[in-house]
């Protein structure tokens, strides 16, 4: 069973700060396919992690110093309601009077670059360290940042935390491997996402198309047993990408144990380049 993202309105509240900020056009820039897109949008993916490590830092008595660390990683406008945001909050933040952090980033990942833009996805777990004791706590979080290039920078324009991430589209084509792989590592999420568990069968032809041979397509069968929840994949990521090999993230939402929908967990998926097409080797939860 995939395992729970356990949000909290208190990490909410760290960056659901409005709409995003509009990067200038850039024109004449031929997109790059494949692992030259990966390549050139790196330095978001970076940008991404030191803003959301910045973000979710909490350390009694250095709030503005924390606070101004994140902001230098932002757009203006977006800083300006992220530290607004904050500084309504500081008081609920004292009386914690624990370490918060950004302790274990578990995967990032590209979703989509388009010249000086770029859209970042993120999974990690925020521990908060009690006071007077070893005990922690710990709250797992997705993310998706969306960036902007500033000169040689790239800056967090907004972030939308997992309950307010919308489903991304994925135009798969032949002359794009990088689309490709996020097209077959979602299509597989989504078949064992299906419920097929507890209502039927899954398309056991599809699964042998998605995967390398006879005994993984085999193993993904008797997963799909074990998988009993109706879901969808809702952004898909690239973590890694070269000519014959990917790894991709798949973050889906779903019926819920307590009977509502939302984020229900977040796969890894191996793929291999062959004959022509992204084959499925290994699957796993983030």
């Known amino acids: 069973m995939l395992r729970l993202l356990a949000g909290s309105a208190l990490l909410v509240s760290l960056v659901a700060c409005g709409p995003a900020a509009t990067a200038p056009a850039t024109e004449g820039l031929r997109p790059e396919t494949g692992p030259a897109k990966l390549a050139r949008y790196a330095a978001a993916v970076r940008a991404a992690e030191r803003a959301a490590n910045a973000m979710h830092a909490h350390d009694p008595g250095r709030f503005d110093e924390q606070l101004a660390d994140a902001t230098a990683l932002m757009t203006p406008s977006y800083a300006e309601r992220f530290s607004s945001s904050q500084r309504e909050r500081k008081r609920l933040f004292d009386t914690l009077r624990a370490p918060v952090a950004l302790e274990h980033v578990d995967g990032t990942g590209l979703v989509a670059g388009d010249g000086d833009k770029a859209t970042v996805f993120l999974v990690g ?148 380049r062959s004959h022509g097409a992204w084959k499925s080797t290994a699957l796993e939860l983030a």
């Open 125 to 272: 777990r925020v521990v908060e360290h009690a006071v007077r004791s070893r005990d922690e706590k710990t709250l797992h979080t997705a993310e998706l940042l969306h960036l902007v290039r500033d000169g040689s920078r790239w800056l967090v324009a907004k972030v939308d935390m997992e309950t307010e991430i919308e489903p991304t589209e994925i135009e798969a084509k032949p002359s794009d491997t990088f689309e490709e792989a996020r097209a077959v590592g979602k299509e597989l999420v989504e078949l064992l996402a299906d419920g097929n568990g507890s209502d039927g069968e899954v398309d056991g032809a599809r699964l042998g198309k998605l995967a390398i041979d006879s005994e993984t397509a085999e193993r993904w069968r008797l997963l799909d047993t074990q998988l009993t929840f109706n879901g969808r994949a809702v952004v898909t990521a690239i973590e890694e990408l070269s000519a014959d090999e990917a790894r991709v993230l798949v973050y889906v939402e779903g019926d819920r144990s307590d009977g509502t929908q939302g984020p229900v967990g977040v796969w890894r998926c191996s793929l291999v």
